[in-house]
Antibody, heavy 118, light 107 residues
Framework: EVQLLESGGDLVQPGGSLRLSCAAS????????MNWVRQAPGKGLEWVST???????YYADSVKGRFTVSRDTSKNTLYLQMNSLRAEDTAVYYC????????????WGQGTLVTVSS | EIVMTQSPATLSVSPGERATLSCRAS??????LAWYQQKPGQPPRLLIY???TRATGIPARFSGSGSGTEFTLTISSLQSEDFAVYYC?????????FGQGTKVEIK
């Protein structure tokens, strides 16, 4: 069974930085597109970023220029580098594997909480 | 950006009854539409992709229909474990966008 385990969430001050990790098991992340999706407290789902198998990247306008998605194939781990954090970035961040049969998320991690507050 | 609008925001249903959830896209997404179920404290779970194909392990009481801009998720006979929030998502264009969710609650 595919497993995704996020880590790195923390309390950080506005303007600060944080790097999230998503360790994948039982599949090779470089063979699939991967997403980051976030959910602010009590709110709905918001797509954040995609890293394709071909290493193309896509970002929501709300994070473009501040967030960077990457992967380490030797560790089979996906990352989200978050800079210039704002209060509105406060959310649970999920990583998700994209299916090979369509650009939908077929497996999700449990999420990691990022809180941006002074 | 394609805006996804779900209705109703909350649906009160008795166990064993049928639930019908709607999702409308601001422009055509063809059949590139997925439905997810989310329970409190849990990540979303894929139910339906391609507008009408059930994901692995999803019970047959869940069905999806529609194409273009109008989509429906139907739960034929609600079980206790089906009370949750349901989201639709289009994956035809960037940015990927979700509906705001429909909460299915016990009547």
């Amino acid at each position: 069974e595919v497993q995704l385990l996020e880590s790195g969430g923390d309390l950080v001050q506005p303007g600060g930085s944080l790097r999230l990790s998503c360790a994948a098991s039982r599949f090779t992340i470089s063979n699939y597109a991967m997403n980051w999706v976030r959910q602010a407290p009590g709110k709905g789902l918001e797509w954040v970023s995609t890293l394709t198998s071909g290493a193309n990247t896509y970002y929501a306008d709300s994070v473009k220029g501040r967030f960077t998605v990457s992967r380490d194939t030797s560790k089979n781990t996906l990352y989200l580098q978050m800079n210039s954090l704002r209060a509105e970035d406060t959310a649970v961040y999920y990583c998700a594997k994209i299916s090979n049969s369509g650009w939908y998320e077929d497996y999700w991690g449990q999420g990691t909480l990022v809180t941006v507050s002074s | 950006e394609i805006v996804m609008t779900q209705s109703p925001a909350t649906l009160s249903v008795s166990p064993g009854e049928r639930a019908t959830l709607s999702c409308r896209a601001s422009q055509s997404v063809s059949g590139t539409l997925a439905w997810y179920q989310q329970k409190p404290g849990q990540p979303p779970r894929l139910l339906i992709y391609g507008a009408s194909t059930r994901a692995t392990g999803i019970p047959a009481r869940f069905s999806g229909s529609g194409s273009g801009t109008e989509f429906t998720l139907t739960i034929s006979s609600l079980q206790s474990e089906d009370f949750a929030v349901y989201y639709c998502q289009q994956y035809t264009n960037w940015p990927r966008t979700f509906g705001q969710g429909t909460k299915v609650e016990i009547k």
